[in-house]
């Protein structure tokens, strides 16, 4: 009699019924996972730019504008968009043929979402910005609990959201949870 190596197809049925409930369970944490980590990579794309462009902003003593562009050549109000960074040389808040580009970011993670900002961040010679703001990033199914924030202040400082009161949640600048709506 000859030794048949192999499985039973109730074996085989049970390890397919097992590695399905399996999947059931981790499945919903894997995407979460996943979720965050798409926020997390925006808000370090977007803490980047603004960070060069305040850093150049104070090296070169010039105006550096950071804002979302569709073609590179001139200045969107859509931040899901590209963004550039480039010399604003007359402080005009748009780039002109002969303000070079500096440097450049990514569009937004498709199925994020970003809110709190609708013009171009304008850096003068001393790393100050017009405007105190919270710019929250959400993941796609909206959750307060997956989102992130950069925060800037007038002086130019940027901040990645904290969740300081350990609720889940990161906050804003005021304190006040995130939110995605």
């Known amino acids: 009699m000859r030794n048949v190596r192999g499985l039973t197809l109730i074996e085989l049925m049970t390890t397919v019924a097992i590695?399905?409930?399996?999947?059931?369970?981790?499945?919903?944490?894997?995407?979460?996972?996943?979720?965050q980590n798409s926020v997390t990579?925006?808000?370090?794309?977007?803490?980047?730019?603004?960070?060069f462009a305040r850093f150049t902003a104070i090296d070169e003593e010039v105006e550096v504008t950071l804002c979302p562009t569709a073609d590179f050549s001139q200045c969107t109000a859509d931040w899901q968009q590209n963004k550039m960074v480039f010399v604003d040389s007359n402080a005009n808040g748009s780039r002109d043929a002969n303000e070079p580009v500096l440097s450049t970011a990514d569009a937004v993670s498709k199925g994020n979402s970003i809110a709190?900002?609708?013009?171009?961040?304008?850096?003068?010679?001393?790393?100050?910005?017009?405007?105190?703001?919270?710019?929250?990033?959400?993941?796609?199914?909206?959750?307060?609990?997956?989102?992130?924030?950069?925060i800037t202040s007038l002086y130019g400082r940027i901040?990645?959201?904290i969740d300081s009161d350990n609720n889940d949640i990161k906050e804003s600048s005021s304190g006040a949870d995130l939110s995605c709506s």
Do not use: E, W, Y
């Not at 990579?41 to 960070?51: C, E, G, H, T």
């Open 159 to 161: 901040a990645v959201a």
């Open 41 to 51: 990579a925006d808000i370090n794309n977007l803490s980047a730019a603004a960070r």
């Open 116 to 150: 709190g900002i609708s013009s171009a961040l304008l850096f003068s010679a001393h790393g100050g910005i017009d405007q105190a703001l919270t710019v929250t990033v959400c993941p796609s199914g909206g959750s307060a609990k997956d989102a992130s924030a950069l």
């Open 19 to 35: 590695l399905a409930i399996l999947m059931t369970i981790g499945a919903p944490g894997i995407q979460r996972i996943l979720q």
